[in-house]
């Protein structure tokens, strides 16, 4: 049995370790971006983005792998699609492509927007063959993966920067749709806080049935996609630096440190955070970056220990500290 043909195996069993899919949406939006900042090529991304487009489903979903059809999908690595797209367009200036992309980008948001519930969130996607999966840590892994009366906030979070890049997107290529998905964007973000915020402690529920906050993802993906009001924003950033929170694993740490940068005085913290992560790796020897922090050791030693992704101080530095 191949490494792919385990993964989908033991999704049945989802309290057993699961080992991660070779998805492409996490993966070639973080390696893009690192790419765009050291290379400078566009090519090979649009080249990508254009593969992934030729994935759409009946259910405005991009297939979990690409080229292929999967029998499982993870919807919020779909929402991650228009900001790849946007990214795109921003670094090659290429506004073109947004609009060829624009019919596809448009099925994903309108398939996000007939799912709103009435209290404003979108639900999680029910059924065996939906996995609401955001990340490889404790509670974030998609147990609850065919349960349609959850709410997450990551899942809702992803959607809304969803509908930003798409208002976004919408101002260079079709602009009578902008406002449109910028009310969207700021009604799901509006949505979020009155449903998911804990006052008492100034963080944010992973989802509603959630006794605590317990993410610091959760914490970082509200403060990218501008959800906390200004007066909360020192609480929930101190919520991630103090520590108590699970931390984001290496693949998503883009948004808890672009989160916390884009809002306070954050800049030492997040050096702290890159030495502490990426440092481990280096005095442990490695040549090349982790999959996870846990190495080799990971996903039943099957860890990755040259991956992608975790390229990501390169365009945390280039972007935020270009005096290093």
Excluded at 160 to 185: G, N, T
Excluded at 248 to 264: K, P, R
Excluded at 304 to 309: I, N, V
Aim: glycine share 6%; hydrophobic share 40%; with cysteine.
């Amino acid at each position: 049995m191949n490494r792919f043909d385990c993964e989908l195996s033991i999704l049945k069993e989802p309290r057993r370790p699961i080992l991660p899919c070779r998805e492409t949406k996490t993966h070639s939006r973080n390696q893009m971006l690192c790419g765009y900042e050291v290379f400078e090529g566009f090519e090979f991304p649009r080249a990508a983005l254009l593969l992934a487009a030729k994935s759409l489903r009946e259910d405005g979903l991009l297939e979990l792998c690409v080229p292929g059809k999967v029998s499982l999908n993870i919807p919020a690595f779909t929402a991650i699609y228009p900001r790849a797209v946007l990214e795109y367009m921003e670094y090659s200036g290429e506004d073109a492509f947004g609009k060829e992309m624009f019919p596809v980008l448009k099925t994903i948001s309108e398939g996000f927007r007939k799912r709103i519930a009435s209290n404003g969130l979108i639900p999680n996607y029910p059924g065996d063959d939906m996995w609401n999966f955001y990340e490889w840590r404790e509670g974030l892994v998609g147990e609850n993966m065919s349960d349609s009366e959850i709410f997450d906030c990551p899942l809702n979070a992803f959607i809304s920067d969803a509908f930003y890049c798409m208002s976004e997107i919408c101002k260079r290529v079709a602009p009578d749709w902008q406002e449109e998905y910028l009310l969207l964007h700021r009604n799901l973000n509006a949505a979020m806080h009155r449903e998911f915020f804990d006052e008492s402690s100034g963080a944010y529920l992973t989802r509603r049935q959630d006794g605590v906050p317990q993410h610091a993802l959760t914490q970082g993906l509200m403060l990218y996609v501008g959800a906390v009001p200004s007066k909360w924003e020192e609480r929930v950033c101190e919520s991630i630096r103090n520590g108590a929170l699970i931390p984001a694993s290496i693949s998503m740490t883009i948004y808890v440190f672009e989160g916390l940068l884009q809002h306070g005085d954050n800049r030492a913290y997040v050096l702290s955070e890159i030495d502490r992560i990426w440092g481990d790796m280096v005095w442990n020897s490695a040549k090349t970056f982790w999959e996870t922090d846990a190495g080799a050791a990971d996903f039943w030693r099957s860890g990755s220990l040259c991956h992608g992704w975790s390229a990501l101080p390169v365009y945390i530095f280039n972007k935020y500290y270009p005096e290093l």
